[in-house]
């Protein structure tokens, strides 16, 4: 069963300044059927909420952790939790 979870992750490094959100925002199209944001937070972090099928947000999860992102993910914190709505595509904010 493949059931929608919202997920909410906290990435840090140097995650700003390097297009890391626009990079998420293309791997979330690429994976399909995920909506949500990805924003700058004033700590230096980005917050990406996303919520979608549970295996498509483990496939984001593991790209943010693992992934050729751009920049450098020093850790990921993340939260699983059920799905709000709310969201019509995923953006950048």
């Known amino acids: 069963m493949n059931e929608d979870v919202r997920l909410i992750a906290w990435v840090r490094g140097r ?3 390097v297009g ?3 990079f ?3 791997n979330v199209l690429a ?3 995920i909506t949500g944001f ?3 937070l004033e700590d230096g972090r980005v917050q990406v909420l996303a919520e979608g099928p549970r295996e498509n947000c483990h496939r984001l999860l593991e790209w943010l ?3 050729d992102t751009p920049g450098r993910v020093d ?3 993340e939260i ?3 799905p709000r709505g709310g969201y019509e595509d995923f953006e950048m904010r």
């Open 20 to 22: 890391f959100r626009w």
């Open 75 to 77: 850790g990921v914190t």
């Open 80 to 82: 699983w939790a059920t």
């Open 65 to 67: 952790c693992n992934g």
């Open 24 to 26: 998420t925002r293309a």
């Open 15 to 17: 995650v700003q300044g």
């Open 38 to 40: 990805a924003s700058n």
């Open 31 to 33: 994976i399909g059927g």
